[in-house]
């Protein structure tokens, strides 16, 4: 570790001097963070499981189903994922402030995220019993105890400055750095907390509270824009502000931090799937040797449309991750609301292992099926609309927000377009298939969810041509009009004239 910078002559201390047996027991905070950053996303998609495992019985109508029992479920995962990925911010933020950790900040961390581990269990309490305060009131516990971990931290951190970014340790606004983070920190807890004593006796406003929980910065951020629109900043708040703007604790989250979550997501949803089929769908050996007579490839071949199934979700899982990597490599800064887009199409992302499941479940011709589709389609058509969201979002500040090439007029952009609006064409179009199709079947669904690869390579040929046929034809056109101007400069004025 590089040595000390001397202080320079008339400097304030920021701190205690480093000395070497404080940076003894100290280290860079990256490969915590990368950790921490994977077992966010690993906890805010296994949040789908208990609703993706739903147990529905053969003889009931699967609409019955999803508004009877689904529908909660759905609800509630959406919101504890998106209440996650603040916890996930929040933590973020954190790690902005402090650079190096030691041991007690490792434990102190560790502790968070085994609270954090436990929160799909207390998902799984409110999902299946949401009528019932006990759920809400542990999920909103868990959450209290987080954000007092988190504000432990911040407190030790500050109490042990070399501990800090070096900007904060030569600041001489050190308080306001630490009531700024605790704030970032601590407004989600307290409405947790509120949440965990209204669960007792009025639990639709215990919802609406954790419901605050994702949405407040936003409509935080809305009211102070607002107010300095119409009565202007105060100064002392205007300079420190601008101080907070240099270390981006008001800056969007960087986009390399939000790639990172975003895999982590894509990659465990592609993940659930393969432990469906490996719970399910191996045929069990006494019934191989009596059943099939020890022909385990006859006994496979009954889970047929579980395989297709598979394959077609993870095709769809992977191809929608390409395009999200794709647009995030012409994407040089993320906004804050394109972070939020970027959540809410992670949160249908998360949603593909119960659109597996269910067109898994009803292979077979019936209502069902055409409704599991449906599902799926929805699914599909949100994660992938919400991308598409992304990109017009960037338009509009394309000069900040995107590479030149995929600018109006750039090189990618027509291509780039072409490719957001596949997906949500493509699960549209077999929305409306199955109102039209009765023999439409989940067969055919995952065949088509195959071919889409095909459609990608297909597409890149068909934008590329119509490109090169309409530089072509304005190649054509300016030849003419060079040619008419030369026309008319070898004609004399009175032949012009007539």
Known sequence: MSAPRPQAEGEAAPGPPRHSGELGSTQASHRLLAYSDALLSIIATVMILPVAHTKIHPDQKLGESVQQLLLTKIAVYLMTFLIVTVAWAAHVRLFQVIELIDDVL???????????????????????????????????????????I???IVAYGFYHPYLLNHQIQVSENQAFYKHHILQIILR????????????????????????????????????????????????????????AFTFYLNEPLSKERVEAFSDGVYAIVATLLILDICEDNVPDSKEVKDKFHDRLIEALSEYGPNFLAYFASFVTTGLLWFVHHSLFLYITKATRFMGLLNTFSLAFIGGLPLAYQLTSEFAEKSHNEIEAIQVSCVITFFASIFQFAIWITALFHERETLHPLARYGGKEHAFMFAKLALYP??????????????????????????VVPFAFLALRILVRISLAIMKSMLSLSRRKNVVLDEEETCLSPAETLS
């Open 150 to 152: 988190q504000a432990v």
């Open 106 to 148: 490792a434990l102190l961390n560790l502790a968070c995220m085994m609270l954090i581990t436990f929160l799909p269990y207390t998902f799984s309490l409110m999902a299946s019993f949401p009528g019932v305060p006990f759920g809400i009131f542990l999920f909103s516990t868990c959450a209290v105890v987080i954000g007092l």
């Open 425 to 450: 064409c493509v699960s549209l179009g077999a929305f409306f298939l199955t109102c039209l199709l009765s023999k439409f079947s989940t067969a055919i669904f995952h065949i088509m969810q195959i």
């Open 188 to 243: 989600g807890p307290v409405l947790c907390f509120l949440a965990a004593i209204f669960s007792f006796f009025f639990i639709p406003m215990s919802y609406v509270l954790l419901g605050l929980v994702i949405f407040l910065p936003h409509i935080t951020r809305v009211i102070i824009w607002c107010k300095n629109k119409t009565v202007g900043p105060k100064e002392d708040e205007e300079s420190h502000r601008l101080e």
